[in-house]
């Protein structure tokens, strides 16, 4: 079992940065592949990005590619979501994931990871 809390959202003017914290409760949170994703309102919920459980792997939409960056500090428990040049469009509930199973991460897809956060409101004011 794995509980995720996020934090570190809020009101931002575009063209600023925020860094997204997710704390993982566990011993065996270095082992699973972790995701952000997120939500717009009206809109479906959208992968941002992942990394895999060493960290040796990292993937993210096109739309953020460039300007997010996902790490993780396994010593920690906690995975982090910077994201520099923030555009209005970037406005969502940002959730982060725990994959489904340990060591691995089939996909990208929602269906992948299984234990889910809160969420953390980020708003991009133009």
């Known amino acids: 079992q794995v509980q995720l809390v996020e934090s570190g959202g809020g009101l931002v003017q575009a063209g600023g940065s925020l860094r997204l914290s997710c704390a993982a409760s566990?011993?065996?949170?270095?082992?699973?592949?972790m995701g952000w994703f997120r939500q717009a309102p009206g809109k479906e919920r959208e992968f941002v990005s992942a990394?895999?459980?060493?960290?040796?792997?990292?993937y993210y939409a096109d739309s953020v590619k460039g300007r997010f960056t996902i790490s993780r500090d396994n010593a920690k428990n906690t995975v982090y979501l910077q994201m520099n040049s923030l555009k209005p469009e970037d406005t969502a509930v940002y959730t982060c994931?725990?994959?489904?199973?340990?060591?691995?991460?089939?996909?990208?897809?929602?269906?992948?990871?299984?234990?889910w956060g809160q969420g953390t409101q980020v708003t991009v004011s133009s």
């Open positions: 994931a725990a994959s489904r199973s340990p060591y691995g991460l089939a996909s990208l897809s929602i269906g992948e990871f299984r234990y």
């Open positions: 566990g011993r065996t949170f270095s082992t699973y592949a």
């Open positions: 990394i895999r459980w060493s960290g040796s792997s990292t």
